[in-house]
Each structure stands twice: as structure tokens, then as C-alpha cells.
């Protein structure tokens, strides 16, 4: 990501005054999060929203620091030291321990491969500032070393005077030896010159530190106005969710009901579904018969026709059946003159069955008087 300018801060009556005196070497932006106090474990936003996170390279100190600032506060103000060590808690989301600010800092980025390149310049700027801490006490114990040498040689020199006597009586005799002093305290004025310059240095560096420590501990003030503020909060924010938990329940009673009502819908779809499959044949069947209804009349006059055949019919099987009852009626009265007639002819054949027996006498009475005449 490419480095935007963002210079040294220092608070000044409430508002954030730049001292360019610090090159940014790396940018990027990402929600920053600081550690509870009272707990040590929960995370605190200390942003609302992404902000930039830089670093940076003071050049008069030669450190390296984090810093970021979201509209005119300072959230992070972070010296990274060859102790500081960059934790990735998972993919996107990583943390470090500052001693001097008395807090753990965490961030939250966008994506594994911004923290992954974040990672790798916290490692670099941390090998840095180890490489500037070697370097400032070969320092310092080059000028100390300096300093212990020179006096020991302003302590031998006095010596050497007060033994061979005056400065001539010296002179006379080591004319070699005065020549490496005057080179050694050339030397030594050298180096106090260094040192000298380290103790301004030191001092400005301390005056710094004295800033930050100010500074730190107005955005300590600010974060124990925070943490109350937060915990104001969180108490609207508990009431809130039990509130929301409240409705969420209400949503789930109404979600169930819905789901039955959902249920009797769809079985509503199938019987209106059946319904409609019945109405489909009940019209194919009204189609058929308003066809059937269009033949209506002529089978209306066909029927009209067959019920005139029918009276008719019926007038004749009146009139047969009339007949059928007189001839009955005749054959009644013909059977009870047939009996009648049976019995006269019975009778009748009986009596002529008595003439006839009697002619039989009467011929064989005629026989016997012809024979006897």
C-alpha cells in the first residue's frame, strides 16, 4: 500500500499539531481495538470505523513508532521495541503488546493478505530498531571507554608533571610522549563533543518521552471517560437485546403461526387445486350438454311426436283391451253354454242310450217272432 504523509503528533490545547520530523514507510487501514483494563480478555472498538494505521521512522531518534488517528484523537501512539512481538489470533485479525502505553493494541483488517503484509513490517521495523538499539550502545560504550581513557591520561600526565618538575624540565624530556597526549586529548575532545551532543540528544529524547507520557496519560483520562461512557452504553445496548430477545420471541411465536398458516395454505392450494380440477370436468360436462341442449327441441318435438303415437297407442290398447273384456265375456258366457250343452248332451245320450236298448229289445223281441212265425 502506498505511504501517505503522516508526521509526528502532539497534543496542543485539544487539537493534533503536525512536527515533521518523521517519514511514513508503510500505510494501511483497519479497525483498531484495544484490550479491556478491568478485564484484560474483552476487546474495546477504539474506532467506529477502518481508519489508517502507519508507520513511521523518526529520523532524529532513529525509532520507529505505530500511529493512527481517527478526526483529532490519537488511538494508537505505539514505539515498537526489538521485544514487541505481532500475534495473528486468526486470519484476518491480529495483536501486540506495548509496555510503555500499559495496553495491548489489535487489529482488524479486510483481508489475510493485508494482515500477512502488516505482519512482515511489524518483523521488519522490529529488526530495525534492534539493528538502532546495537548500534546507539556500541555507542555509548565507545564514549565511555573514551571518556575512562582520558582521564586516566590527564591523571598520569599530572603525575608525570609533579615527579620530573617544571614544564620546561618536562619538555626537555619527553618531547615523543607530549605529542601522543596532545593527539589522545584531541581525541578525548572528540568524543566529549559526542557526548556532549548524545546529552542533547538524551534531553530532547527524555523531553519527548515526558510528552508522550503526557499525552498517554490524557488518553488514558479519555479511555477511563471512554470505559464509562461504554459501560453507559453497554447497559442501553443489555436492555437493547433484552428488548430485541423479547421481540425475537414474539417474531418466533408469529413465525410459528405464520408456518401453520403457511400449512393450512398449502392444504387450502390442494383442495382449491382438486377444486379446480373438478370445476374443469363439471365445465367439459356443461359444454357437452349445452351440445346435448341444442338437439333439445327436436327431440322435444320427436317426443311429442312419439307421445301423440303413444295416446294413440294407448286409445287402441283401450279399445283392444275392451275387446279383450267382451270376448271374455263371451267365451265366459260360451264355456257356461258349452257346459249346459255337455250336460243336455249327456243327458240327451243317456236317453238315447235307453232308446237304443230299447229298439235292441224290440229287435230281438222282431227276431224271435220271426223265427217262431
Known amino acids: 500500500m502506498d505511504a501517505v504523509a503522516n508526521p509526528d503528533l502532539s497534543h496542543v490545547n485539544g487539537q493534533v499539531e503536525p512536527e515533521f520530523r518523521e517519514q511514513p514507510i508503510f500505510t494501511t487501514r483497519a479497525h483498531v481495538f484495544q484490550i479491556d483494563p478491568s478485564t484484560k480478555k474483552n476487546w474495546m472498538p477504539a474506532s467506529k470505523q477502518a481508519v489508517t494505521v502507519s508507520y513511521f521512522y523518526d529520523v532524529t531518534r532513529n525509532s520507529y513508532r505505530i500511529i493512527s488517528v481517527d478526526g483529532a484523537k490519537v488511538i494508537i501512539n505505539s514505539t515498537i521495541t526489538p521485544n514487541m512481538t505481532f500475534t495473528k489470533t486468526s486470519q484476518k485479525f491480529g495483536q501486540w503488546a506495548d509496555s510503555r502505553a500499559n495496553t495491548v493494541f489489535g487489529l482488524g483488517f479486510s483481508s489475510e493478505q493485508q494482515l500477512t503484509k502488516f505482519a512482515e513490517k511489524f518483523q521488519e521495523v522490529k529488526e530495525a530498531a534492534r ?189 283392444l283391451e275392451d275387446k279383450v273384456q267382451s270376448l271374455k265375456t263371451d267365451i265366459e258366457e260360451s264355456k257356461y253354454r258349452q257346459r249346459h250343452l255337455k250336460v243336455e248332451l249327456k243327458n240327451f245320450l243317456e236317453v238315447l242310450d235307453g232308446k237304443i236298448d230299447d229298439l235292441h229289445d224290440f229287435r230281438r223281441g222282431l227276431s224271435k217272432l220271426g223265427t217262431d212265425n
Open 131 to 319: 539493528l538502532a538499539r546495537d548500534r546507539s550502545q556500541e555507542k555509548i560504550e565507545t564514549s565511555s571507554n573514551l571518556s575512562q581513557e582520558s582521564g586516566c591520561e590527564t591523571a598520569s600526565s599530572t603525575q608525570a608533571s609533579s615527579v620530573n618538575g617544571t614544564d620546561d624540565e618536562k619538555a626537555s624530556h619527553t618531547g615523543p610522549a607530549d605529542t601522543h597526549l596532545k593527539s589522545e586529548n584531541d581525541k578525548l575532545k572528540i568524543a566529549l563533543t559526542q557526548s556532549a551532543a548524545n546529552v542533547k540528544k538524551w534531553e530532547i529524547e527524555l523531553q519527548t518521552l515526558r510528552e508522550s507520557n503526557a499525552r498517554l496519560t490524557t488518553a488514558l483520562q479519555e479511555s477511563a471517560a471512554s470505559v464509562e461512557q461504554w459501560k453507559k452504553q453497554f447497559s442501553i445496548c443489555r436492555d437493547e437485546n433484552d428488548r430485541l430477545r423479547n421481540k425475537i420471541d414474539e417474531l418466533e411465536e408469529q413465525c410459528s403461526e405464520i408456518n401453520r398458516e403457511k400449512e393450512k395454505n398449502t392444504q387450502l392450494k390442494h383442495r382449491i387445486e382438486e377444486l379446480e380440477s373438478e370445476l374443469r370436468e363439471k365445465e367439459t360436462e356443461l359444454k357437452d350438454l349445452r351440445k346435448q341442449s341444442e338437439i333439445i327441441p327436436q327431440l322435444m318435438s320427436e317426443c311429442e311426436y312419439v307421445s301423440e303415437k303413444l295416446e294413440a297407442a294407448e286409445r287402441d290398447n283401450q279399445n
